[in-house]
């Protein structure tokens, strides 16, 4: 993750603990290159909320989330 989705993460962790598990993912290792492919992620800067099943929800791309729209997204997954 970048710097700023990783900032986003980190303050939306505390509000989400027992409800959602996140995980970083580094583009530049073979694990996290595969994981990226799997998730239909273009590039290096995004964010992915899977189902306890491990289907894609939601994903982004970039930096276009705000802390509002993912702690929404956050809410409707852990429903």
């Known amino acids: 993750m970048c710097a700023q989705n ?3 993460v980190e303050a939306l962790r505390p509000r ?7 995980f970083e993912v580094r583009a530049d290792t073979r694990e996290g ?9 273009p590039g ?4 992915v909320v899977l ?3 491990g ?3 939601w994903r982004s791309f970039g ?4 802390p509002e729209k993912m702690e929404a997204v956050l809410q409707q997954a852990i429903r």
Do not use: I, K, Y
Not at 44 to 47: F, R
């Open 6 to 8: 990783t900032r986003l």
């Open 16 to 22: 989400f603990e027992g409800d959602v598990d996140f």
């Open 33 to 41: 290159s595969a994981l990226l492919a799997r998730f239909g992620m």
């Open 44 to 47: 290096t800067h995004g964010l």
């Open 51 to 53: 189902d306890r099943q």
């Open 55 to 57: 289907r894609v929800l």
């Open 63 to 66: 930096h276009d989330v705000t």
